[in-house]
C-alpha cells in the first residue's frame, strides 16, 4: 500500500481495512527489521505495523505483542496465536520490564493513542461524534471509567485536566458546568458533547467544541502520557545495542515527551559554568532522523495520519558509538 511498496517494503497489509497502519513504509525503514530479529509492538491495535514486521522475520525471529484493550489482545489471537515465532500479552506497555520475553530486541514500536475501531465503536465510548456510553477506557476491566471519573473530581481537577491535555481556554467554564450538572450524571458522549458545547463557542476552524475535552479526559482516564515515560524508559532498557526505537505521536504532548526522552539520551546538556563539571556525558541513543511525518498520498488516504508525528532512535553501545 502507498509508499511501502515503493520503499521495498512488502506492501502494508490490507486486512483488517478498520485500521490503517500509519507512516507504514518509515515504521519498517525505521525498524529495519532482520530475519532472525527480537520485536515488541507494544501497541498491536489491530496489528498493521505488526503484521509488515512478521513478513519480514524468519523462522528465528520473535515478534512480542502487547495492548490494553482486550479487543485488540483478542484480535491478536485470532491473527497471530497460532504463530510460534509469536507472543501475546494483555497490558500497559509501561509494564513491559516485567515480561521476561521482552529483552535484548532488536526493535521497539509505540504507536499511540486510540485505534480507529476504538473511535468508531460508539460503546467504547472514545467519541463525541457517536452517541455511547461515556467510557474512553482502552482496558474497560481497569480503572475508572470517564462518567465514574466527571462524577466525583472536584471542579479544580477537572479544569487542569482539560486545560494541561487539551489546551482548552474554556476549561474552567466547562468544568464548572459539568459539576453544576451532577444531580442529573452524564452518562453518554453525547451528553457531554452537548453540555461542552452549550458553554463553549464553535471555534473559527469548524471544530467540533468537544474536541479537545473528549482528547483530554482520553488522556487522564488512560494515564496515557505517564504510561509513555514509564514505557520509553522500559524499551530502552530492553533494547540492545544497535536496536531501534519507533514512536509514533497524535499530539504534541506526547510527541514533545518523546523528543524529549531522545534528546536526554542523544546529546549532552548544555554546560552550566557554574555548577561543578558534570561527568563526561556518554549518549545512549542516536536520533535518527527528528519528526517524520506523512507524506501527500498517505494523508489522502488517511486523514487520520495528518497529526501523526514519528521519532526513530537506535541504541548505542556502551561507548556511545553506533553498532555497525
Ligand atoms: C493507534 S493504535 C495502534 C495501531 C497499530 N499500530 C496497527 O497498525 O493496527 C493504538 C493502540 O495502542 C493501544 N495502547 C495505547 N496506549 C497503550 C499502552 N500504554 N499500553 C498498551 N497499549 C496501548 C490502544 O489500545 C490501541 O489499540
Not at 525503514?29 to 524468519?58: C, I, P
Not at 464553535?202 to 509513555?228: C, M, V, W, Y
Amino acid at each position: 500500500m502507498r509508499t511501502g511498496a515503493q520503499a521495498g517494503h512488502p506492501a502494508a497489509p490490507s486486512a483488517p481495512a478498520a485500521h490503517l497502519p500509519v507512516l507504514y513504509a518509515q515504521v519498517m525503514d525505521g525498524l529495519r527489521v532482520v530475519e532472525d530479529g527480537r520485536y515488541l509492538d507494544g501497541t498491536f491495535g489491530r496489528g498493521g505495523h505488526a503484521r509488515g514486521v512478521l513478513q519480514q522475520l524468519g523462522p528465528g525471529g520473535r515478534l512480542l505483542l502487547m495492548d490494553k484493550d482486550p479487543e485488540a489482545i483478542a484480535e491478536a489471537e485470532r491473527g497471530f496465536g497460532g504463530d510460534a515465532r509469536v507472543s501475546i500479552r494483555r497490558g500497559s506497555f509501561a509494564t513491559l520490564a516485567g515480561w521476561e520475553e521482552a529483552r535484548d530486541l532488536d526493535g521497539v514500536l509505540f504507536d499511540l493513542g486510540v485505534s480507529s475501531p476504538q473511535l468508531d465503536v460508539a460503546e467504547r465510548g472514545f467519541s463525541f461524534g457517536k452517541d455511547g456510553p461515556l467510557d474512553m477506557r482502552m482496558d474497560p476491566e481497569s480503572g475508572e471509567s470517564a462518567a465514574q471519573w466527571l462524577a466525583r473530581a472536584d471542579e479544580a481537577e477537572i479544569a487542569e485536566v482539560l486545560w494541561r491535555y487539551g489546551e482548552e481556554k474554556q476549561s474552567r467554564r466547562i468544568a464548572r458546568a459539568i459539576v453544576a450538572r451532577r444531580a442529573q450524571p452524564l452518562t453518554r458522549t453525547a451528553e457531554l458533547a452537548a453540555l461542552i458545547a452549550s458553554v463553549v463557542p464553535r471555534g473559527k476552524d469548524k471544530s467540533n467544541p468537544a474536541t479537545r475535552s473528549f482528547q483530554a479526559i482520553r488522556i487522564h482516564i488512560n494515564r496515557e502520557l505517564a504510561d509513555l515515560e514509564a514505557g520509553l524508559d522500559a524499551a530502552l532498557a530492553a533494547l540492545k545495542p544497535g536496536g531501534r526505537l519507533a514512536v509514533i505521536s497524535f499530539h504534541s504532548l506526547e510527541d514533545r515527551i518523546t523528543k524529549q526522552f531522545i534528546a536526554r539520551h542523544a546529546k549532552a546538556p548544555p554546560a552550566n559554568r557554574r555548577l561543578p563539571q558534570a561527568e563526561v556525558f556518554v549518549p545512549v541513543l542516536a536520533d535518527l532522523g527528528g519528526a517524520i511525518r506523512a507524506d501527500e498520498a498517505e494523508l489522502a488516504a488517511n486523514p487520520r495520519a495528518r497529526s501523526a508525528v514519528l521519532r526513530v532512535a537506535e541504541k548505542l553501545d556502551g561507548q556511545g558509538r553506533r553498532v555497525a
